[in-house]
Structures are given as structure tokens and as C-alpha cells.
């Protein structure tokens, strides 16, 4: 290692700043680029402090100077300088600030380095550990500064990272601090003007002060955008700047839905631009993998993906917030549980909230789109957190026996609710095909009752857990005990009916033939198109969930339900028949079989539809061969079953 000459003065560290280069030296670091982000925004604060000083003293060195940040690379060399005409340091300045630890997020990580806790480069490329990630990619670093107050020297700070820096006098005419970094060999990709300015716009973007680079050429050109949008004044910002924004914040190709601007000063300091994405899906180019939004603390980027500013049933929601409330230096840790947070997490919720509102009631047709895309989340948010329930269940958007095409809310569901009805009914299934020819609606049809079709798996899980809305509860139409208005039905009974006797040979036999895949046979008041259909008993509670633990838990059988028989169906009168005239005949056991698998099809209960198709073949034929077919029954039968 080479002393230091001249008159070059060696100081050791203190004992913390040793551990943490020590570290900082033998990690893996998987984002060390971070170390460009800390160098950058010493040097705005660095800017901002000066700022200030000049609009209070009159003394400064250089007070034309431009408030700016340089940016160069000197390849052949492998050096790269960040220069800024900021506030400067002093010979003991330096000492202090580069010989401690100054940044309380560095102690906070050797905290948790001393505790013993996982993935050093984690939190290193959470927080970033101030200056001293330099040493990331340097295997020296040099600072020249020459502090604002004219009667202060210049002084050079030099270290290469282990446990002493040298200080001397420097030659430095110009207000402001210039770091130099001579990078290790494995850091030669940081050598790269191209690629320092990808890491400004990913990091310091939004820095208010103009960050300058120089090209192979030495032309400078300013490389971030300056301009907060979040921070102007809502008014100011045209919806074209919105989009502009959003497409780099994502990647994303097609405008944003909705945003929303906040400025509040009261309960928290909050400024921040909020996107409702067109879409679920925004392709593979999407820059962020993980969904959050980006933090910062007065234009400095403090988290790229915070998952702790809104509740996870908007995680759909992009865009970033600042705080000038939140220090600089918090780490994850301390944001998570802060009381700040909280508040930040209700006012971002609330904003979002009313802006869905706001887009349901002023722009419904853009509000059925959002809700195609994302209405899921919302019925997610129903389930799993009750608090946020009455700030829901209001966008709830649902498909139903009488809204045709259309969506309806629950308060409009309600406002068509005849007279006499004091629940709001819904029936659950796989898709609508399956759930608009459910048997249950055949009382609710012939009386002209409005029923909620539910056929997202998620649905089931927000039954499961909202059990009442709008003042009325929720009431699955799959009841078996199901106490329905008094009302005259609207179609007359139909003439043929099961004779009692001959229904209860005709359950036996269903009965017989299904064993225990059900738990009874009975006959059923209410159907009046269908056959049958599968109930559940009065105190299975957990029957809305059935749908989704079928796809999510492998093997899993749903629990046992009712058979209810329509003994006024055409098809049950002449199966009676059956039963009683030719009981032997295989038509009667395939036919019972395969009302039971219709039955379960239409409830999305069915675990394998293709195990049918050899009986329905089976069937078919024998109902071509009565039609009169030139073939006899018997051999088509042993045809189709093969
Ligand atoms: P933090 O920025 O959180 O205070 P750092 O480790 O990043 O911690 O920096 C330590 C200190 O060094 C800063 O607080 C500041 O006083 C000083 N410093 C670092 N870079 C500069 C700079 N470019 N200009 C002036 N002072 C600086
Ligand atoms: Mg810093």
C-alpha cells in the first residue's frame, strides 16, 4: 500500500467507520450502483445548504456560481468525478464528516449487522450507507472541497478504504466538493458515461438541481429531468406531463386510467402522483417487478418499491410519494412502524378511494373498464380486511339475473328490491354461462326476484366474509332451508307430477345409485325448469369457499350436498316410470349419474367434466335407437361404451 507523501497528515478512523468499510470491502454486492445515488445526494444537500446560506449571509465564496451537479468518467484513467458547487467542508469538516459516521442509516445497518441479520447487500441497497458505499466500486477515494466561508483553505481527503485517510492542503479555487473515484477492477462498467446516466434517471432523476455529464466529446449536457412533478402545483401539470410521467416511472406503453395529485400539509407533509394503470398485464418490459411505490424524501429516492403506503388490495396502484416529514436516512424498519406511516397509509388510501368513487359515479364506462381489470382486488380487500369494508363495498360491481350486460351496485341492486324482499340473493358458480343456467334461479326467475351472479373464485371468498351490505344481508340462494318471500308464482304448476309413492322408490333409487356422494334425497319446492340441484345443509358456512380451495388445494373434495328432485320435471315423471316398470333397465343408473354430474357442473364443483363424455355418448345413443333407429338398442349401447 502506498504512504501517503507530501505534507499529507494520516488519521485512522473511528472504530465504527473501520467495521463498516470492513464489511462493505468483503460483501457481495448485487446493487452496488447505489453508491452513485449517495454521492449524488450529499452533493444536493451539499446544494440546498448553500442555497440557504446565501439567502442568509452575505459572504460567500464564488455566489454566481451555478447550483449544479458535474458528472465525468475518465476511462483510460478508470475514474469517475461527481463535482458540486454546494456548501464544502473544511479541513475539521472533512475529518468529522468523513472520518464518523455521520449517516444514521450506516449505523442503523451495522446495528443489524451486530445482530446478526440476513442479506448484508439487502439492506445495503435499501438504504444505501452514505458515502462510504464509494468504496463499493472505489479502490480510492479522493474529495477536494473548499468550503462556502472565504476565509476557509482548501483541503484534499484521501482513503483507500481500510483503516486511515489522509488530509492536505489543496489548490482549489471554486466554491464546492469534488469526489473522485478510482474504481476497482471488478467496478470497470461504472467507467461508462452511458451507463452512469441510466443510474442518474433511475436514482436521482428527480434531484431539483441539473446533474451534468460529459460525453467522450467533454460536451456536458444535463441528464435528469429536475422538475418534481409531484412537488409543482396539481393545476400546473397537464394531463399529457401525467402520462409522460407514469410511462417512465413504468415502462408501461399505454396511458395510466386515472391519476391523482396530492398536496397536504396537515396531518403529514405528503406530495405525491398516484396512477390507476389501463391495465392488469403491462407486458414483460414492465420496468419494476415488484409492486410498491417509489418513496422519497424531498426529491431523493429513499425506496423504489414500498409496499407499506397503501393496503395490498390497491397494490395496483403506481406512482411515488414524498414526505418531507420523513428523514432521509430511515431505514425500512423504522418507516414500517412509524406512526408517520400510518398516517401517510390512511391519507393515500382515502385519495384513492375517492377517486374510484368519483370514477364509478362521473365516468361510469371507464369505471366498468377499471373494474374488468381490477375489480378483483377490490373484493380481495372486502375479504381480508373488515376495516376497509364500508369504503369498498360501495365500488362493487356485479353482473345479475336482471342487469343484462350491464353492472350493477349493491345500493342499485337494493333500490330494485320488490317489497316484500329484505335480503339480497347471489348465486355462486365457476363462469356466468354456468352460474346464468343455475337451477337455483328457477323459484327467483318464475317471481321475477333479482340474483347476483358471482363467478370470480374470489367471489366466494368476499361471501364468506361479507355478510351483510347496504342495511341487507347477503343470502346464498344454494340453501336448502331458504325462506322465500310469499309470492304467487308467476307460471302455473305444471299438470304431470310425481305421485308421492312413486317419488320416494325414485329418491331410493337415486339414493342407491349415488351411495355417499350426497348426503340425502329429497323433493324440492322450488325448481321449476330444472331437474335437480345441489343444496347445501343450513349450516355448512364454509360452502362459498368451495370454489376456490378446489384451485387452490390439490385433492381437495368439496364437502357433501343435498340432491333435491323436481317432481314436476317431464324427465323425473318418465325416470318414475322407469323405475318402476323395467328397474333393471342401465338407462335408469346412467341417467341419475349424469343428472348428479349436471348438477355439479353447474355449481363449478366438478372436478373431472372429460370422465362424462363416455357416458354421454352412452346415453346419446340410446336415445337415437328409441327415436326409432334402424340399429338395435343393445349393440349401440356396448358401441358407445367402449
Ligand atoms: P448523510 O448524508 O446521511 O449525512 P453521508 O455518509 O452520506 O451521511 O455523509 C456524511 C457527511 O459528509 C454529510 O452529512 C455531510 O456533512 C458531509 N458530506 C458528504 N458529501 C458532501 C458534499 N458533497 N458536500 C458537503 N458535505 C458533504
Ligand atoms: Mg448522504
Redesign the pocket.
Known sequence: MPEPSGGAETLEYRTEVKQLLDILAHSLYTDREIFLR??I???S??LN?VQFEMLTTQDVVDPERELAIHLSVDAEAQTIT?A?S????NRE?LAE??GT??????RTFLQNVGAGENALEEIIGQF?????SAFMAASEVT?T?RSYRPGDQAWTWRSQGDSRYTLEPADKADR??T?TIKLKEDAAEFANAWRLEQIVKKHSDYVSFPIYLAGEDGEEKVINRRTALWRQSPGSVSDEEYAEFYRQLTYDTADPLAHMHMVTDAPVNLRAVLFIPAKRERGALHLRPEHGLRLYSRKILIQEANKDLLPDYYRFVDGVVDSEDLP??VSRETVQSSPLLRQMRRALAGRVNRELKTLADEKPELYVQFWSEFGVFLKEGVAVDPGSREALVPLLRFRSTHSGDELTSLADYVSRMRPDQDVIYYVLGEDYASVARSPHLDYFRAHDIEVLYLADPVDGYMTAMLHEAEGKRLQNVDDAGLKLPETPPAEEESAAQVESEAFDALAERFKATLGDRVLGVQASKQLVTSPCRLVSPEDDFDRDLERLRRLMEEGYEAPKKLLELNPRHPMLVDLAQMVEASPDDPLIDAAIEQLFDNALLLEGLHANPVDMVERIQMLMAAAVAAKGGAHDAGSQEEEGAV
Open positions: 449517495e454521492l445526494s450529499n452533493a444537500d451539499a445548504r461527481i458540486d454546494g456548501i464544502g467542508m469538516e464528516n468523513l459516521i455521520a449517516h444514521s442509516g450506516a444505501g450507507v452514505g458515502f462510504y474529495v472541497s464546492g466538493t469526489v432521509l436516512n
